[in-house]
């Protein structure tokens, strides 16, 4: 069974840092990884999908890295801007699996202080 | 110009009754979810339903029901509510069929059962 762990569970750093996100993930033979945002009350934004042929994507300030061996994921968020706090969670789907079969992570709480 | 929107936002109701979401995508995707996310903010899948399966995750209780009168509608019943059942609730699309796309959520409903 794919179990996704994220740390730290909260994260507050000043305006202006380059931050990173951590998630784990037991099962390596994964078909692809996806980190989200969700703001209070709102539903989940994807931010980036990483395809398990993949090392990184990028978009804007932000940057995933995979390493399947090491059953890992980060989230680089550069420059961070008040605007950028929100909860990051990180989803793993199986290989062999559909998008039904995403393993969510519990979440990082970043507070990004102006 | 929604992409998934789900109805209502807030939902607070007596134990016993028997209360529905809707849920409804306009982006042409193949398949819909439910998922419910708890207290501690890990989201867990509930049904995935596309036009051949509907796959019903076996932890979620019978009291629990997927309607679909089209591809782009699935609405969620819920009978003989209990306090347990207290949660947002989240409905989400992807295209699972050909090149994969991200999941698209709604913004959420949070259930309140007293």
């Known amino acids: 069974k794919q179990e996704v762990t994220q740390i730290p569970a909260a994260l507050s750093v000043p305006e202006g840092e380059n931050l990173v996100l951590n998630c784990s993930f037991t099962?390596?033979?994964?078909?692809?990884l996806q980190w989200f945002r969700q703001d209070p009350g709102k539903g989940l934004t994807s931010l980036l999908l990483i395809q398990s042929s993949q090392r990184e994507q990028t978009s804007g300030r932000l940057n995933a890295s995979l390493d399947k061996s090491s059953g890992r994921s980060t989230l680089y968020i550069a420059a961070s801007q008040p605007g950028d706090s929100a909860t990051y969670l990180c989803?793993?789907?199986?290989?062999?699996?559909?998008?039904?079969?995403?393993?969510f992570g519990s979440g990082t709480q970043l507070t990004v202080l102006p | 110009d929604t992409a998934v929107s789900q109805t209502p936002k807030y939902l607070v109701t007596q134990m016993g009754n028997d209360k529905s979401i809707k849920c409804e995508q306009n982006l042409g995707h193949d398949t819909m979810y439910w998922y419910k996310q708890d207290s501690k903010k890990f989201l867990k899948i509930m049904f995935s339903y596309n036009n051949k399966e509907l796959i019903i995750n076996e932890t979620v209780p019978n009291r629990f029901s997927p309607k679909s009168p089209d591809k782009a509608h699935l609405n969620l019943h819920i009978n003989s509510l209990e306090l347990g059942d207290s949660a947002v609730y989240f409905c989400?699309?992807?295209?699972?069929?050909?090149?994969?796309?991200?999941?698209?959520f709604g913004n959420g409903t949070r259930l309140t059962v007293t």
């Open positions: 099962d390596s033979a994964i078909y692809n």
């Open positions: 989400a699309s992807s295209q699972d069929g050909g090149s994969p796309s991200p999941l698209h």
């Open positions: 989803a793993v789907r199986l290989k062999g699996g559909s998008a039904r079969q995403l393993t």
